[in-house]
C-alpha cells in the first residue's frame, strides 16, 4: 500500500519504517527540515508538503506530538495537521483513511477531529475519505521493534469500510486485531498508559514498606509477578472485589504500615474507590455486579 506518516518523530519513524519493512510504499511528512534530510539520507521518500503526502497515499497516520501543558493535553499540533490534511483531501482519489496515532482524550477524533477533516475538505467523513484511530503503544528506547513485534493492534474505525482498509494493512503481522469505536480505542491507549503508571506507583510503594521493613523489594516483586492472575483477573470494570481475603488483607495491612509510620496512599485509595464502585451500583441499581473474589 501507499502510506503517508504525518509526523516524524519517534512515533512516525517507527510505524513509516516497520511499514516499509512490510513492502508499503512510505512518504515521510514533517515541519521539521532536518527530520526530513535525515529519512532522506536513509533513502526514504520525503515531502515538505501535506497536502502531497496525503494525495501519494492510501493511508495517511497521524503520528505528530501531543504534549501535557499545564496539565492538560494539547492538540494544537494535532489540530493544524488535520486542518492541513482535509485540505488535501480535496485532490485526493479514491477512498484515502485518515488514521490518527497520536494520542488524544476519548471523543477528540469523532467530536473534533472528524468535523474538522469535514470542514476543511468539503468531503463527507465515511463516504469521501475513512478515519480510523491506531493507538501506538511504543516504548522510547525501542520503537520500531515494538511496532513490528505488537502485543495487539487496535484499529477504532468511524465505519466497517474504514476499519476494513486498516486491517489489510496490518493483515503480515502476526498479532491480534481489535476492531472497536473511534472513542473506545482511544481510551484503551490511556487505560493502558494510566494502568502501566499506577502499577509502577504501587510498587514503588511496596518498595518503600518493605525497605522500612528489612524486606528485599526485588524478590516480593519478581514473585508477585508470576501470579498468572496478574493478567487479565480483575480488568473487567463495575464489581467490586470481597471474598474472605482481599477486604481484610488490605484494610489490615494498612493498619500495620501506618503503625510503621507509612502512609500507603494508593492502598487506600485502592480501598476508597472500592467503596466507591459498590456504591455506585446501589444507586444505579445493577443487581448484576457481584463480588470478584480469588
Given at each position: 500500500?501507499?502510506?503517508?506518516?504525518?509526523?516524524?518523530?519517534?512515533?512516525?519513524?517507527?510505524?513509516?519504517?516497520?511499514?516499509?519493512?512490510?513492502?508499503?510504499?512510505?512518504?515521510?511528512?514533517?515541519?521539521?527540515?532536518?527530520?526530513?534530510?535525515?529519512?532522506?539520507?536513509?533513502?526514504?521518500?520525503?515531502?515538505?508538503?501535506?497536502?502531497?503526502?496525503?494525495?501519494?497515499?492510501?493511508?495517511?497516520?497521524?503520528?505528530?506530538?501531543?504534549?501535557?501543558?499545564?496539565?492538560?493535553?494539547?492538540?494544537?499540533?494535532?489540530?493544524?495537521?488535520?486542518?492541513s490534511i482535509g485540505v488535501g483531501l480535496k485532490k485526493a482519489r479514491?477512498?484515502?483513511?485518515?488514521?490518527?496515532?497520536?494520542?488524544?482524550?476519548?471523543?477528540?477524533t469523532r467530536a473534533d477531529l472528524v468535523p474538522l477533516l469535514e470542514n476543511s475538505s468539503g468531503l463527507e467523513a465515511g463516504k469521501g475519505f475513512g478515519v480510523c484511530?491506531?493507538?501506538?503503544?511504543?516504548?522510547?528506547?525501542?520503537?520500531?521493534?515494538?511496532?513490528?513485534?505488537?502485543?495487539?493492534?487496535?484499529?477504532?474505525?468511524?465505519?466497517?469500510?474504514?476499519?476494513?482498509?486498516?486491517?489489510?494493512?496490518?493483515?503480515?503481522?502476526?498479532?491480534?486485531i481489535t476492531r472497536t469505536s473511534l472513542d473506545t480505542a482511544e481510551m484503551i491507549k490511556y487505560t493502558s498508559n494510566l494502568f502501566l503508571a499506577t502499577k509502577i506507583s504501587f510498587f514503588n510503594e511496596i518498595y518503600m514498606i518493605c525497605q522500612e521493613l528489612g524486606v528485599d523489594p526485588k524478590v516480593v516483586g519478581e514473585t508477585v509477578s508470576l501470579d498468572n492472575r496478574i493478567g487479565r483477573y480483575g480488568v473487567q470494570g463495575g464489581k467490586p472485589f470481597g471474598?474472605?481475603?482481599?477486604?481484610?488483607?488490605?484494610?489490615?495491612?494498612?493498619?500495620?504500615?501506618?503503625?510503621?509510620?507509612?502512609?500507603?496512599k494508593l492502598l487506600e485509595a485502592v480501598e476508597e474507590i472500592n467503596a466507591q464502585i459498590t456504591l455506585y451500583n446501589l444507586v444505579n441499581k445493577d443487581v448484576n455486579s457481584c463480588l470478584i473474589t480469588h
Open positions: 500500500m501507499k502510506i503517508a506518516i504525518v509526523g516524524s518523530g519517534v512515533v512516525g519513524q517507527a510505524t513509516g519504517m516497520g511499514f516499509a519493512v512490510h513492502d508499503n510504499q512510505v512518504l515521510f511528512h514533517d515541519i521539521d527540515k532536518k527530520k526530513l534530510l535525515a529519512l532522506s539520507a536513509k533513502g526514504y521518500q520525503t515531502t515538505s508538503s501535506v497536502e502531497e503526502a496525503v494525495q501519494n497515499s492510501e493511508i495517511t497516520f497521524v503520528c505528530v506530538p501531543t504534549p501535557t501543558v499545564n496539565k492538560k493535553v494539547d492538540i494544537g499540533y494535532l489540530w493544524d495537521a488535520t486542518r479514491n477512498f484515502p483513511i485518515i488514521a490518527f496515532r497520536s494520542t488524544a482524550p476519548p471523543q477528540t484511530m491506531n493507538p501506538e503503544f511504543l516504548r522510547e528506547k525501542s520503537p520500531l521493534d515494538d511496532f513490528l513485534h505488537p502485543d495487539r493492534i487496535v484499529v477504532g474505525e468511524l465505519d466497517k469500510k474504514s476499519g476494513d482498509v486498516l486491517e489489510k494493512v496490518y493483515s503480515s503481522f502476526k498479532s491480534p471474598g474472605m481475603c482481599f477486604p481484610k488483607d488490605l484494610a489490615g495491612f494498612i493498619t500495620f504500615a501506618k503503625s510503621k509510620g507509612i502512609k500507603p
